[in-house]
C-alpha cells in the first residue's frame, strides 16, 4: 500500500479490509473475481503477511470474500445479485441478543469452539466403510428403517457405554436422533409438557436452553461453582420444577465437574419429586488427566436419568447424529412416540457410524484424539500464557475441547468477542452463555484445530492485538 495513501490513525488490515470491501460494493471487483493470494499481495505492498491474512479473514467472515482451496481466494458468487451503487454499505453489525444465531459456517475460524480436529480425522477408512455399507445393508432396512434407530448402532452404543461410562442398559433402551435438539425435542414430546419448570445451569449451553424455551418449558437458571450445579439453590429457586438439565462429567462452559455429594442430592431431589433428570455428556471421551468420570446415569437406582449423548465432538459435527438412553420403565412410551415422528434421518450414516464402532475404528480414534488433544492444547496455553501473561486467567480444566480464559473486570468480553469474530477469529464470550447479570468476563477457545505451536501463537497474537486496543 503506497506510504502517500496510508491512514496513519487507522490500522494497516483494516484499511485494506476498507479498500477490497469498497472495491467488491462499487463493483470494481466483481462476483467470482480472484483475488491476489495472501503471500503476493503482502509482498505487492510491503506489509506483513498477518496483516493481509487479517483483513482477507474479515472479509470472508462478512461474506464478500470465499476461499476455495487450490482455486484461490473470489469475491462471493453470492454478491452477484447486489447493487452496486458505487458507495461502501455500513458494516454489518454482529447480533449478540441470541448467540445462536451467530453460528459460523465454511472454513473453521482459529479459536472455533466446539469442533474436533478435522485434519486427523480417519478419511481413508471412513470412505472404505461407506463403500462396505452401501454394499452390506439390508433392502429391508433402507426400506422401512426403524423408527428408533439403526439396530446395530443402538447395540454399540449400548456395548460402548457400558464400557466406557458405566452405563447398563439395553438396545431397546436407546433412541437414535438428529443431534442433541433431537433428543430434547423427543423429551419434550414424551415425558415433557409446554409449561413444566426446570432447572437449566447457569452459565449453560444457550442453544439448549433457547430450544428448551421454544417448546415452551419454563427454566429457572441455578448457578454453577467449583462443585457444578448447586442443587440447594435450585431448591430453593423452583421447588417443584419437573426436570433439570445438567452437564455433570464436564459443565458446559465452566469445565468443572459435578461432585459426589452435588450428584447424590441430585438423584435424591429427583426421587423424591418425581422429577426428571436429562444428562448431557456431550464429551466426556476427552480427559487429559486421570480417568474418565463415571456418567450420573451409572448412579441411577430410581431410573429418574434420562442421558445423552452425541457423534458431533468426537466424530464431526456434520454428521448430526446424537442419542438418548431412557429407563426400561418408558421403553414402550417412547418407541410408541418415535412412531410418530420423522425419526432420526438417513440411514446410511448410523450404518456407517455402526461399522466404525464395530470394527474397532472409534476406540482407535478416542485414544489417538485424547494424546492429540492433550498436546494441542499446551499449543494454545502456552500461548496464551507467554504472550498475555497475568492479563487472562485459564481455568484449570482436566478434559473438553475449549479452553476458558477470564479477563479482568474492567474487559467486556461481548465487545471484545465481537470485535475477534469481525477479525476472523471464533472465540466467544463467556457472558452469552450466562441468563442472568453475567458474574464473570471470559473467553472460550478452541484448540483442536492449532495443528502446531506456530498456528497457536500467531492466532494469539492476533487476538492479542484486539485485547490492547
Known sequence: MPESSRQPDTPLYLQLYQRYRDA????????????????????????????????????????????????????????????????????????????????????ILPFQPGVPALDAFPRKIWSRL??????????????????????????????????SRGIACTPEQVFITIGYQGALELLCRTVLQAGDCGWYENPGYFPGRYFLQQMGMTLTPVPVDNEGLQVATGEQRAPNARFAVVTPSHQSPTGVALSLARRLALLAWAN???????????????????????????????????????????????LRLAYLVVPPSLQLTFHEAVNHWPGPGSILPQAMV??????????????????LYAVRRGYLVDALESIFGSSLHIQPQAGGIQVLAYLNERQSDKTLATAAQAAGLGVKALSEWDAETP???????????????????????????????
Open 24 to 107: 467488491i460494493t462499487a463493483g470494481r471487483l466483481r462476483p467470482g473475481e480472484r483475488v491476489p493470494s495472501i503471500r503476493n499481495l503482502a509482498s505487492e505492498l510491503h506489509v506483513a503477511r498477518g496483516t493481509v491474512e487479517m483483513a482477507y479473514q474479515m472479509l470472508v467472515s462478512e461474506g464478500y470474500l470465499v476461499t476455495k482451496g487450490a482455486a484461490g481466494t473470489r469475491v462471493s458468487p453470492q454478491l452477484a445479485t447486489l447493487p452496486t451503487t458505487g458507495k461502501a454499505p455500513q458494516r454489518r453489525k454482529t447480533s449478540v441478543a441470541q448467540p445462536n444465531q451467530t453460528r459460523l459456517t465454511g472454513n
Open 130 to 163: 461407506s463403500a462396505q455399507t452401501l454394499r452390506m445393508i439390508e433392502s429391508t432396512v433402507m426400506a422401512q428403517p426403524d423408527p428408533a434407530g439403526y439396530a446395530p448402532l443402538r447395540e454399540a452404543i449400548a456395548t460402548y457405554l457400558g464400557i
Open 439 to 469: 458474574q464473570q468476563n471470559g473467553l472460550l477457545m478452541g484448540f483442536t484445530n492449532f495443528a502446531s505451536t506456530e498456528e497457536a501463537q500467531a492466532a494469539v497474537k492476533r487476538l492479542s492485538v484486539l485485547l490492547s486496543s
Open 272 to 318: 423424591q419429586k418425581d422429577a426428571w433428570i436429562i444428562e448431557d455428556d456431550y464429551d466426556s471421551e476427552f480427559r487429559y488427566h486421570g480417568h474418565p468420570l463415571p456418567a450420573l446415569k451409572s448412579l441411577d437406582h430410581e431410573q429418574r436419568v434420562l442421558y445423552t449423548g452425541t457423534f458431533s465432538k468426537v466424530l464431526f459435527p456434520g
Open 354 to 371: 455402526a461399522a466404525f464402532m464395530q470394527q474397532g475404528h472409534f476406540a482407535r480414534h478416542l485414544r489417538k484424539m485424547r494424546q
